[in-house]
């Protein structure tokens, strides 16, 4: 009897550890290196904030007093210190950790809501990580993920267990999300919302709700709304999003606020997915919860609108079919023990190994499209910077400022929209341009450029190639510098 009552916790032991080895090796394949555009301007703002202090106008364009605040203060300030400290390397080793806890909390979340079911949750864990390794980019949004998924742990243990102190989390989570990425902390209020309705003990044709105590949901709810003014921007970065998004002509032109394909085949996945959720809710109807309904179907729409935003469905979506599923359990095999098990387990667990150590992390090439670093040089011993006038696209734009220079714009597209900066409309302009709806020479003398670096994929590289009013001074295998001559 104690060799079965000592035998239990070492097989539990055992394997929980090749749980974690097995979503670390993952975790260590799917993830895919690459500085996006995103990261340099994100490790500038850091070091001006370390030098300087927060920032309340715009400073690193060539544009003068544009109202801009840091709402991502604090991951500025975490990637530029990394950074200077470790360089690329450090930014993705800080990548892969916050990926292996955003995996091992889904599948903790999972194990919640399958009334422990290993298998159920591995699948879904594992089924919804691979997606988000899409999504595991050097940007804040892996930050607020990560909060978003232990916002709902936290809620779900609460109604487990009934104990009030897993609750006291959530203000603590406001804070740290309005500080880390204000624009997504507005969606804080979104999870709740549905625990709140699930909690009223009502049935409506088919809903029927759980019938909690909504007291205590109510004060948190109200207290994180408090809490959200312990920022150095105040209001204004906690309704960022409401006058930092929306702008059509800016959602049409930036693929990643642009709808999913479905002609593609990441649109025909998403499809498949939402598809297999909607008819599993339709099985299911009689014994689901309204709160994993209402934050699904919400989390879909999400996706839907863009698919930046897909990652919500992933994270706060997804994980809610290890409830659907929890009673799918694999039965014993016969004449399978547990050492065969452990040796199966450490195959793979082996062959993950070898396939991580084979894996070449090289993210030079992607880094490069994102960074004209031969041109910068250029421009940097070539050009009276303090008297230029730089014309750049939206991608390149955040390396430019990283290497010190003043870009004409970045990928921060709400900065330069007139609702926003309270000046004028630079991105409408921009996209006018390069559709054509704006004449380059105007756009050119409105902004008053004196040199140009450019993508060889640019509209403007071919309309300046045939100017005469301007010359090719550099040129590499991805980037031009034209500069005007009269």
């Known amino acids: 009897m104690d060799e079965q009552t000592n035998a239990a916790p070492q097989k539990s032991i055992i394997e929980t550890i090749y749980i974690g080895v097995l979503f670390l090796l993952s975790c260590l394949i799917l993830y895919v290196p690459a500085m996006q555009n995103d990261t340099y301007w994100l490790i500038n703002i850091g070091k001006y904030m370390i030098e300087k202090g927060l920032p309340h106008t715009e400073s690193f364009t060539i544009h003068e007093d544009l109202v801009f605040n840091a709402q991502q203060w604090v991951t500025e300030i975490v990637f530029y210190k990394i950074y200077s400290l470790y360089g690329d390397i450090g930014i993705h080793i800080l990548g892969i950790l916050i990926y292996i806890f955003i995996s091992m909390l889904i599948f903790k979340l999972a194990m919640l809501l399958s009334d422990s079911n290993k298998l159920v949750s591995m699948g879904v864990s594992l089924f919804s990580c691979i997606f988000l390794s899409f999504y595991m980019v ?87 709304f408090a809490v959200g003014f312990i920022n150095p921007y105040g209001i204004r970065n906690m309704i960022y999003v409401l006058y930092s998004y929306g702008n059509k002509m800016v959602s049409d032109s930036i693929s990643e606020m642009q709808s999913p394909d479905f002609k593609g085949i990441l649109g025909i996945i998403i499809f498949v997915v939402l598809l297999v959720f909607v008819l599993l809710h339709i099985i299911v109807r009689g014994k689901t919860r309204l709160r994993y309904v209402l934050l699904t179907i919400g989390t879909i729409y999400m996706g839907l609108s863009s698919l930046r935003s897909f990652a919500l469905f992933l994270a706060c979506g997804l994980p809610f079919l290890a409830y659907y599923l929890k009673d799918i359990r694999l039965s014993p095999v016969e004449g399978v023990n547990s050492r065969l098990k452990h040796i199966i387990l450490a195959a793979i667990v082996g062959i993950l190994i070898i396939t991580v150590v084979l894996k070449k992390y090289d993210y030079t ?73 704006m004449h380059y020479r105007k756009f050119i003398e409105k902004y008053k450029f004196t040199h140009f670096l450019m993508s060889k994929n640019d509209p403007l590289y071919v309309l300046l190639s045939e100017d005469m009013s301007y010359k090719k001074s550099y040129e590499d295998k991805r980037f031009v510098v034209y500069e005007k001559i009269y």
């Open 138 to 224: 050097p940007r804040p949004q892996i930050f607020s993920i990560l909060i978003f998924i232990l916002i709902i742990y936290v809620l779900e243990l609460h109604i487990k267990s009934k104990k009030q102190i897993f609750l006291f989390f959530i203000p603590i989570l406001s804070v740290l999300l309005v500080n880390i990425h204000a624009a997504m902390w507005i969606f804080l209020f979104l999870i709740m919302v549905p625990y709140i309705i699930d909690g009223i003990g009502f049935k409506l044709l088919i809903f029927k709700g759980h019938g909690y105590r909504i007291i205590p949901f109510i004060a948190v709810f109200l207290t994180s």
């Open 365 to 437: 090439d992607s880094m490069n499209e994102f960074r004209p670093i031969g041109a910068v040089e250029y421009i940097k011993k070539n050009v009276r910077t303090n008297e230029m006038r730089l014309y750049n696209d939206f991608n390149t734009g955040g390396y430019i400022e990283f290497a010190g220079l003043r870009a004409f714009i970045d990928s921060r597209a709400e900065i330069f929209l007139k609702s926003f900066n309270k000046k004028d409309d630079i991105i409408i302009d921009f996209f006018n341009m390069r559709k054509g709806s």
